[in-house]
């Protein structure tokens, strides 16, 4: 089956500890991207990645960081986590750039992640 | 500075009303224009792009340059509708979701 996988699907952790976020496409896509969904800001793009060792900041980058040396994967990584980004993350994909107008994007499941 | 807004956090109907979810944008140039939908305890997903001039379970969207808006529109509104929507334009790799607009369909 086609799909966005991500893991963990809920974590709570505490301020400072690093933490990676998985996400896993097995529909060959080349693009990919992280978002964080929060109560009336709806979702803002943090990353993506055009294809394999291409990585781009989007709108919210600060505290996170991205790798991209597989096209399958993307992983979300939090150097040291902060209460402020206690949120619900996406990870999505895309055959080619959404800009294209034809490509759809599919998204994960969703992380729920708490920094205490 | 590229924006785009849903003027109303929530949006309630009755079944069989219709409906109009607003959507403005402010981009420089010419985005490409998408509508999210996200039911309940289900992923995000794809409901409708500007290009494709379609229609999918009953809901258009029509592109207005001069307004620069994309309403989402649906003549006759069903329960299974609610669904929290999210306005997308895309432009240079980059996809900005709008807050959102919660439609709560009532029978």
């Known amino acids: 089956e086609a799909q966005v996988t991500q893991n963990p699907r809920y974590l709570i952790t505490v301020t400072g500890k690093k933490l990676t976020v998985t996400c896993s496409q097995n529909?060959?896509?080349?693009?990919m991207s992280w978002y964080r969904q929060d109560p009336g800001l709806g979702l803002r793009q943090i990353y993506y990645?055009?294809?394999?060792?291409?990585?781009d900041k989007g709108d919210v980058p600060e505290g996170y960081k991205v790798s991209r040396k597989e096209k399958r994967n993307f992983p979300l990584i939090l150097e040291s986590p902060s209460p402020n980004q206690t949120s619900l993350y996406f990870c999505?994909?895309?055959?080619?750039?959404?800009?294209?107008?034809?490509?759809?994007?599919?998204f994960g499941p969703g992380t729920r992640l708490t920094v205490l | 500075a590229q924006r785009v807004t849903q003027p109303e956090k929530l949006l309630s109907v009755f079944k069989g009303a219709p409906v109009e979810l607003k959507c403005n944008y402010s981009?420089?140039?010419?985005?490409?224009l998408f509508w999210y939908v996200q039911y309940s305890r289900q992923r995000l997903q794809l409901l409708l792009r500007?290009?494709s001039r379609e229609s999918i379970k009953g809901f258009t969207a029509d592109l207005n340059k001069g307004e620069t808006s994309f309403h989402l529109k649906k003549p006759f509104a069903q329960e299974e509708d609610s669904a929290m929507y999210y306005c997308?334009?895309?432009?240079?790799?980059?996809?900005?979701f709008g807050q959102g607009t919660e439609l709560s369909v009532k029978p």
């Open positions: 999505a994909s895309s055959r080619g750039r959404v800009t294209f107008g034809t490509d759809t994007q599919y």
């Open positions: 529909m060959n896509h080349e693009y």
């Open positions: 990645s055009m294809n394999v060792e291409v990585t």
């Open positions: 981009y420089s140039g010419s985005p490409e």
């Open positions: 500007h290009i």
């Open positions: 997308a334009p895309a432009k240079g790799g980059k996809l900005i």
